[in-house]
């Protein structure tokens, strides 16, 4: 059996590979090219591989998965934890990579299969682009602030200066109207506003891809019915989850999301901290994000909700609702139904006890 560790980089990779057989070792440094790696492994019989995820795990991944038997995604934070080392160079980093796939003692990451990839890019870089606009948004908020303005002109001020509804409510007319004392401010002002625009246009673009990819994605159509969570952020739960049944519990899965406080107990007591630093903060964003909508949209979750925040900071309400709607999600898509709302659930216990009372 061969073993092959890799440590990956931006433009080449370091590999060792251990070959059980005849006790060979061998290293070498690797350009991203077929030719290359297919002279470095040999044969594809009995060769496994383990790379260490890194931000540019997939391109070599891409690579090699149709030279060897089996590639394993190494969890970096593990395998540091297991395999510290003062002296560090890319030769030791690959060679303690394969031993370690050796000895079958890689903790593993999760591996993305190239759609669930493709999916991720899409969202992330809708979500790239609309914290650009916020912040040039931002920046316009910061020009208008800065300025003395006329009452009159105060008082027409919107609350929401990008706001498009009639004309008493219009913040972007009210925006275009302005009139700038310094030339400088005006030019940087409509250049904001330029980008804004282009920005504007280009989220639609990404949002018509989104649509594209809900139609075609189940478990985003089940996630939709729940309350809070729209289309962007159903496609953005069901790629991130990338199916329940990597999950054996909803603990399980709010571990995975960092929506769990850190907890150190010793001697006999138990003390629960901030959550983790650890997780999936794409997931975690995604169900904070939608706490507020859903109790808008649902009365039992908006008692909750309030019952929460009467004894806990607003912020560690928010989080532990998150926590409950992750583990909504988790039955939501492990059941494969849609979610039932709090009144229509309310509903059926009625009519199931007077079943009860009748029979």
């Known amino acids: 059996m061969k073993y092959i560790g890799l440590d990956c980089h931006k433009q080449y990779d370091f590999a060792t590979l251990i070959d059980s057989e005849t006790g060979e070792v061998k290293s070498k440094k690797l350009a991203h090219t077929m030719e290359e790696f297919k002279a470095f492994i040999g044969g594809k019989s009995n060769s496994r591989m383990v790379i260490e995820s890194c931000w540019n795990w997939y391109k070599t991944y891409e690579l090699a998965k149709d030279l060897v038997d089996e590639i394993i995604l190494a969890h970096p934070l593990k395998i540091k934890a297991i395999a510290s080392a003062k002296i560090k160079t890319d ?14 003692l890689i903790p593993q990451a999760h591996l993305r299969e190239a759609d669930n990839r493709v999916k991720q890019k899409v969202i992330r870089h809708r979500a790239f682009m609309v914290a650009m606009r916020t912040r040039f948004k931002n920046k316009v908020n910061d020009l208008v602030n800065n300025r003395l303005l006329s009452p009159t002109v105060e008082e027409a001020k919107p609350k929401n200066l990008f706001s498009k509804r009639g004309k008493g409510e219009n913040g972007v007319a009210w925006l275009k109207s302005l009139e700038w004392s310094v030339e400088e401010d005006k030019k940087i002002f409509e250049s904001a506003m330029r980008l804004i625009e282009q920005l504007s246009q280009e989220i639609s673009v990404s949002n018509r891809m989104i649509d594209d990819i809900y139609r075609r994605d189940k478990d985003a159509q089940l996630l939709a019915t729940i309350p809070g969570i729209g289309k962007t952020l159903a496609v953005l739960i069901s790629t991130e989850i990338d199916g329940i049944g990597r999950f054996k519990s909803p603990s399980r899965l709010c571990s995975y999301a960092g929506l769990v406080p850190s907890t150190h107990s010793s001697g006999g007591k138990t003390y629960h901290g901030k959550m983790i630093l650890e997780g ?33 900071n607003a912020n560690v309400a928010k989080t532990i609702m998150a926590r409950w709607l992750l583990k909504v999600v988790y039955h939501v898509l492990k059941d494969g139904r849609p979610y039932v709302p709090s009144e229509l659930r309310d509903v059926s216990r009625s009519r199931l006890s007077i079943a009860l009372a009748s029979s």
């Not at 109790?295 to 309030?306: F, H, T, V």
């Open 91 to 104: 030769a030791i980093d690959s060679q303690t990579l394969a031993q370690l796939l050796k000895a079958d």
């Open 280 to 312: 999936n903060r794409w997931l975690r964003w995604a169900l904070i994000e939608a706490v507020v909508p859903a109790s808008y949209a649902d009365a039992g979750i908006k008692q909750r909700l309030e019952a929460l925040r009467r004894i806990k």
